[in-house]
């Protein structure tokens, strides 16, 4: 996490959002053997909870239509 994102207590407060959030979504939607990374960004702080974990899961809609969609080498 930067200090862009304010204080130590900020950035952690955020950091807990983060992992509560995965902890909920990567399990059932993550592509098995991937590695995932969360940015958290200011607005994360204020932003309902439910729709932190509905963006999270469209992202990974969208990360598995274009990992479908790339060609076989």
């Known amino acids: 996490m930067t200090k862009k994102i304010g204080g130590a207590v900020v950035r952690n407060r955020l950091k807990r959002r983060l992992r ?37 899961e469209k992202a990974f809609g969208r990360a598995a239509r274009r990992r479908g969609a790339a060609p076989q080498r």
């Open 20 to 56: 509560a959030l995965a902890a909920e979504v990567v399990p059932a939607r993550a592509p098995a053997g991937s590695d995932i990374v969360l940015i958290g960004r200011g607005g994360g702080l204020t932003a309902n909870f439910s729709v932190l974990r509905q963006d999270l």
